[in-house]
Nanobody
Framework: VQLQASGGGLVQAGGSLRLSCAASGRTFSSYTMGWFRQAPGKEREFVARLSWSGISKYYNDTVKGRFTISRDNAKKTMYLQMNSLKPEDTAVYYC????????????WGQGTLVTVSS
């Protein structure tokens, strides 16, 4: 599967953005999907994960209650709605796919930059 992330940009603190991750190739619904981010000078960290069905969702505690992960299997697209953004959310955001049965995310998008100004 090939992944293309988009939707990043510059936003003021307290604002909102919606990221999208468009997939092509193999059956999108066969993948657990996730969002990760990497801030300047920091390690990449997990943000949110969504099961193939869209029912099971997991969030990093730092974004819980502010971010919402979702997917549209018919459109082969995953989303990350980000509300109440904070300067510490500034990072390059990556989408990733984990094929059912695999133990790791084997497919990654190119990343989209989110900058939150104070």
């Amino acid at each position: 599967v090939q992944l293309q992330a988009s939707g990043g940009g510059l936003v003021q603190a307290g604002g909102s953005l919606r990221l999208s991750c468009a997939a092509s190739g193999r059956t999108f619904s066969s993948y657990t999907m996730g969002w990760f981010r990497q801030a300047p000078g920091k390690e990449r960290e997990f943000v949110a994960r969504l099961s193939w069905s869209g029912i099971s969702k997991y969030y990093n505690d730092t974004v819980k209650g502010r971010f919402t992960i979702s997917r549209d299997n018919a459109k082969k697209t995953m989303y990350l709605q980000m509300n109440s953004l904070k300067p510490e959310d500034t990072a390059v955001y990556y989408c990733a796919a984990q094929l059912l049965g695999d133990s790791t995310y084997g497919y990654w998008g190119q990343g989209t930059l989110v900058t939150v100004s104070s």
